[in-house]
Every structure is written in C-alpha cells, then in structure tokens.
C-alpha cells in the first residue's frame, strides 16, 4: 500500500517568509508526527497528532512553528518567520494507533532559508 | 547526559561477515525500541522493533534487547553491500509520546 508522502520535497525560501509543509499518512492511521533531522544528527521529535487534536506539542522549538491536523489525516506544519537555523529535513511519520508502537516515516520534505 | 548513545564510529565490514550495532540508553522505564536503516539523503526506514528482553530475529537481522543493562543492540548477518547505510537506534520511553533517536551508525560493507 501507499506509504506517507509529503509535500514539497524540496523548499527554498528566504529569511523571514512563511512556509507550510504538508503530510499525507498511511490510510487508517490515527497517530502522525513531525520530526527534523539536521546533518549527522538523529531525528528530533516536534509534535504528536493522535486524530485531529495535538496530544504533545512540547518539541516544538518556539511559537514560530505550528501544525494542525483538521480532518484526522492530512497535518501541515506551518513555520513562520524563517530563521536561516530552521534549515533542516522536515520529516513526518504515522503509526497505526500511536505510542507505543513503530512508526514509519515518509519521504522528508528539504527545507532551505537562505 | 543523552538519551540514547551510539558511540561507535563508522564500522567498516567485508561482505558476508556480520556487523555489530550497539545503544545505550538512559531511562528505565523505557519500554519500545527500534532500529531504522537511513541510505544518504533518504528518509528512515523501520527494521526491527523490540519490546521485551532477549532476542527478535528477522531475516539476517537480529535485535537484542537488555533493559537491566539499557542496551539494545543489532547484529547484520551475511552483511552485503546494500546493507551500506547509516542505523538509527530509537527509544520510546513510557509515558512519552516521542522517539529518542541516537546520532546513528554508518555501516560500509565491502564487497
């Protein structure tokens, strides 16, 4: 079946702009989330989506980031006043029912500010 | 202090041989674990979870779990070269809603 995809792959955008990062999980999963990964780091956990309420939003670095989850599938992570250290890979998992089971990664969206 | 180390350097295996993968963790109470594969420039990929003491078999990959000494560790067997990638080590405490992930191991395979 289809795994999680993620939109855009890549995104450039420069200091200061607004960006939206979109995540599609796999169908009929209830838990999805968001991760960064910065160069030779392990992944860094930001938000937990279990349907369409935020249970644990402690990872996020500052009020600049924000996600939603509306209808249960589709989450969007929402970063606004690009700093140039928000570079990262953006990554989104889901899992089938939540902690503590395996979750399973989509493809990372590449986010450059220049 | 971290929560989950992976100390060792890039390991450097021939082909067919088996590679050793070592974590170490600091909570106790810690109670999922999971090895993910990650090729350059690609996104993690699950290969084996473990949640209780001993051994999990799959394939050629073993996962060993020791919560009274807070290790997991993965063996590689009959390495081969599409094994060259870099292995991430994820906890998930109890009570906790998030992974934990070590820096990761880069395994090279050489044929």
């Known amino acids: 079946g289809a795994g999680v995809s993620q939109t855009p792959s890549n995104k450039v955008t420069e200091k200061g702009k607004y960006v939206e990062l979109r995540c599609d999980p796999i169908?009929?999963?209830?838990?999805l989330y968001w991760y960064r990964q910065s160069l030779g780091q392990g992944p860094e956990f930001l938000i937990y989506?279990?349907?369409?309420?935020?249970?644990?939003d402690s990872g996020l670095p500052n009020d600049r980031f924000f996600a939603v989850r509306p209808e249960g599938s589709v989450s969007t992570l929402k970063i606004q006043r690009t700093e140039r250290g928000d570079s990262a890979v953006y990554l989104c998992?889901?899992?089938?029912?939540?902690?503590?089971?395996?979750?399973?990664f989509g493809p990372g969206t590449r986010l450059t500010v220049l | 202090q971290k929560e989950v180390e992976q100390n060792s350097g890039p390991l450097s295996v021939p082909e067919g041989a088996i590679a050793s993968l070592n974590c170490t963790y600091s909570?106790?109470?810690?109670?999922?674990f999971f090895w993910y594969r990650q090729y350059s420039g690609k996104s993690p990929e699950l290969i084996m979870s473990?949640?209780?003491?001993g051994d999990k078999e799959d394939g050629r990959f073993t996962a060993q779990l020791n919560k009274a000494s807070q290790y997991v560790s993965l063996l590689i067997r009959d390495s081969q070269p599409s094994d060259s990638a870099t292995y991430l080590c994820?906890?998930?405490?109890?009570?906790?809603?998030?992974?934990?992930f070590g820096k990761g191991n880069q395994v090279v395979v050489i044929p």
């Open positions: 998992a889901s899992s089938p029912s939540g902690p503590p089971g395996p979750q399973f």
């Open positions: 169908s009929g999963h209830t838990a």
């Open positions: 989506f279990q349907g369409t309420g935020a249970a644990d």
């Open positions: 909570d106790r109470v810690s109670q999922s």
């Open positions: 473990i949640y209780s003491n």
């Open positions: 994820a906890v998930m405490e109890s009570g906790n809603n998030r992974l934990a």
